[in-house]
C-alpha cells in the first residue's frame, strides 16, 4: 500500500496523519470490522458506532490520565464556536472571565466573549507580536473572574505555555488546546476545562474534543440553544444529534496511535527532538532564519521564522516544494514561513527540512 | 475491491451510501488526485481543497438548479443547530416566525426557535401522531411571520412534502430539506432558505448544506457569535475556519455520482420505483403491514410501518439482520419499523426487503 507517493506535511491544520492510521482506515472503509458498511454508513446509534467512540473516548481518558470528574465530550464547530460556548456556558451573567491574549487565537476567544458580556485582558502580547508568553508578575488577575482562558499553543506565532499560570484561588482555568493537544503529558487536574479542534494533533477536521470538569457544568444557564449547551451535550454523551462519526472514528485510531508508540510520554520526546531539530538550525544560521518567538517561549509544535527578505522566503517555498516539503508558507496574517511539526510528521519528515533549511542558506545565504 | 462484503443498508442517517463513491474515496485516502496527502491531511486553504469544495459547490449548484443570488454553504453542528440559526439570524427582534409541525423534526426546530423568540405553530399534526401533511385550508399563515418553517420530509414519521405550502405575499419559505436533499428536483425559487444535514442523502455526518437567498443576509443582526452568523459564512464562503474538510470531500463525490447518474430527475424516478415496492408489499398485506402515514403524505425517503404486535415487530428486526437486511428498526422514540431507501440505496436492496417481507408474512401471517 505504501508505494503510493507521500509527501512531507508540514501544514499547520489540517495536518500530517499517521500513515499507519490512513492505512487502517483505507482499509476498512468499505467494511468496518466486517460489518458490511463503512464506519460513514453507520448508524451513530448502532453497537459499532458505540464501540467506536466509547472506545475512544476511553483512549483519550488513559493517554491524558483524566480524572472521573471531568466529562469529555466530541462536539463540532471548530474551537472558534467554543471560544462562544465557553463565555455562554461558564459566565454567569453579570460577571467577567479573564483572558491571557498570547496570539492570534487567544485574540479569536477574547473576541467572541465581548460580544456576550464582560471580558478582561490580563495580558496582552500583541505589541510585541506575540512573540513570547507572560511573566508571572505581568499577570493581574481579577480574582473574582468566572474563568482565565489562555490558548496553550499559539499556531500562528508559535509560542506555547510550558507550565500552567498560577490563578487565584477558587478561578478555573480554562483552555484552548487545539494545537498541542495529545502532544505531552498534562496535568488535567489543573484545569476546569480543555477543548481542542481535533485537525492538528488529534484527527481530521470536523470535531472538537471538549473536556469539562463536573462542577463547571452546574454553571450552564436555562434555555441555551441545545446544540450550544455542554450540560445536555454531557448527558446525551455526545449523541444528542448525529455526530461527525468518521472524524470521531478517526480520532480514535490516533490514540490508539499514540498508545502503541507509548503515550503521551513518549510521544513528547519525540516531539521536542524534532522541534529541537529546526531550533538548531535557525540558532545555528547566524541570523539567517528568525525565528518569531523568544526562546523561552518557543512552540515544539509550530515554528514561525523569517527570512532577510519576502522574496528570499517566497524562493524558500517555491524550492521547498520541489523537494516535496509542503505547507512551510506562514499564516497569511503574518506572513513568513513556518514548519509545523505534529505528532504525526515523522522523524525523518522533519531531518528533510533540517538538511533542505542549511542546504537553502549554502546556496542562498 | 468489491469482495468485501457488504449488507443492505436501510439505516435512516448516517445512511448508506453509493460503492463506487466509497471506492473512490478508498483509492485516494493515502494521496489526493496524487498530491502525496490523503484529503484529512490537507490545509483547507490549499488549491487542492479549494478544488473540492468549489466543485462541490458548482456541482450541487447544477443538480438543484440554484440560482446565483443564492449562497451555498458547507456548515457544522447538524440540522439542530440551524434550528436555532435560522431563527437567531432571519427572525427580527420583536418578530414571529411560523412553524408548520408535522413531525419530531420541526417539533424539535419549533422548540430551539421558541427558546429565543416568538413562534407560532400554523399546524401541529401531533394529535394525530404525525401521520399527515396539513391541507391548504388548514394553514393559517401570520400573514407578518419574520418566515415560515417546514421539514419538508419527516425522518421518523415518514410524511414527506409534495409541493410547496402557499404562504402569504412576501413571507419566505425555509426548509429542514435534511432526508430528502438531492432526492428530487426542487424549484429553489420557491424557497428563501433550504438546509440539509448530510448523513442522509448527500454524504457522511458532520456537515450541512446551507442554501441561503442573498436579500436574507441583510437580516443578520450585529454582534452574533462568529460560527453563528450566516452573513460572516456566507462572505468566507465557508472558509472562516477549518471546515469539515472529508464531509466536504464525500459530499462531492456523491454530487458527481447523482450528476453521472443523469441527475436529480433520474435519481428521483429511482427512488419513487424504491418506494413503491415496499409502499405495495404494505398495500397488498391485507393489513398485517400498516403503514404509519396516510397514503397522500408518503415519503419516498423513510417509510415507518408496523406489525400486530411488539413481539412480531422484534422477530422481523431479528430475521431481517439474519438475512443481512440492516436498520430496519423504527426510531427509538415511536417503536415499530423503518425503512429508509436513500439515493444510495440500491435497488437490489429494496428487492430483497421486499421479498423478506413478504416471505416473513408467509411465515408469520
Redesign the interface.
Known amino acids: 500500500?505504501?508505494s503510493?507517493?507521500?509527501?512531507h506535511?508540514f501544514?499547520?491544520?489540517?495536518?500530517?496523519?499517521p500513515?499507519s492510521v490512513?492505512?487502517k482506515?483505507?482499509a476498512e472503509?468499505?467494511?468496518f470490522n466486517?460489518?458490511?458498511?463503512?464506519v460513514?454508513?453507520?448508524?451513530?446509534?448502532?453497537k459499532e458506532f458505540e464501540g467506536i467512540i466509547k472506545t475512544a473516548e476511553a483512549d483519550l481518558r488513559e493517554l491524558m490520565g483524566i480524572p472521573a470528574n471531568y466529562k469529555v465530550m466530541f462536539l463540532?464547530?471548530?474551537?472558534?464556536?467554543h471560544?462562544?460556548m465557553e463565555a455562554?456556558n461558564f459566565r454567569p451573567a453579570g460577571a467577567s472571565a479573564d483572558y491571557i491574549v498570547t496570539g492570534a487565537w487567544s485574540k479569536a476567544a477574547i473576541?467572541?466573549a465581548a460580544?456576550?458580556g464582560t471580558t478582561n485582558v490580563v495580558f496582552n502580547g500583541e505589541a510585541e507580536k506575540f512573540n513570547r508568553l507572560p511573566a508571572a508578575g505581568e499577570l493581574n488577575f481579577d480574582p473574582k473572574a468566572a474563568y482565565v482562558h489562555i490558548c496553550h499553543n499559539e499556531t500562528i506565532h508559535g509560542v506555547e505555555f510550558k507550565s500552567e499560570p498560577v490563578l487565584p484561588a477558587g478561578v478555573p482555568l480554562f483552555c484552548d488546546m487545539s494545537s498541542d493537544f495529545v502532544s505531552q503529558p498534562i496535568d488535567v487536574t489543573k484545569y476546569a476545562m480543555i477543548y481542542a479542534?481535533a485537525?492538528k494533533n488529534a484527527?481530521?477536521?470536523?470535531?472538537v474534543i471538549a473536556i469539562v470538569r463536573d462542577d463547571m457544568l452546574e454553571r450552564v444557564p436555562a434555555?441555551?440553544?441545545?446544540?450550544?449547551d455542554y450540560k445536555v451535550m454531557a448527558e446525551k454523551e455526545s449523541l444528542?444529534?448525529?455526530?461527525?462519526?468518521?472524524?470521531i472514528y478517526?480520532c480514535g485510531l490516533v490514540f490508539q496511535w499514540l498508545k502503541e508508540l507509548g503515550g503521551l510520554e513518549a510521544m513528547y520526546k519525540i516531539d521536542q527532538q524534532k522541534a529541537k531539530m529546526i531550533y538548531d538550525v535557525i540558532d545555528k544560521s547566524g541570523g539567517y532564519y528568525r525565528g518569531h518567538a523568544v526562546p523561552e517561549s518557543r512552540s515544539i509544535m509550530n515554528i514561525p521564522f523569517r527570512l532577510a527578505s519576502e522574496e528570499l522566503e517566497d524562493l524558500f517555498v517555491k524550492e521547498s516544494k520541489k523537494a516535496?516539503l509542503?505547507?512551510l508558507k506562514g499564516h497569511?496574517s503574518v506572513g513568513g514561513l513556518r514548519a509545523s511539526l505534529y505528532n504525526a510528521v515523522p522523524l525523518e519528515s522533519v531531518k528533510a527540512l533540517a538538511d533542505f533549511m542549511v542546504e537553502f542558506q549554502k546556496k542562498n545565504g
Open positions: 500500500m505504501t503510493v507517493k507521500r509527501v506535511n501544514n499547520a491544520g489540517p495536518s500530517a496523519m500513515l490512513l492505512e482506515a483505507q472503509l468499505l467494511s466486517g460489518c458490511g458498511m463503512s460513514m454508513e453507520m448508524s451513530h446509534r448502532s463540532q464547530g471548530g474551537a472558534s464556536l471560544f462562544a455562554m473576541k467572541e460580544k456576550l479542534g485537525q484527527g481530521p477536521a470536523g470535531v434555555n441555551l440553544p441545545t446544540m450550544l444528542y444529534n448525529t455526530p461527525p462519526c468518521w472524524s478517526m516535496d509542503i505547507g497569511r
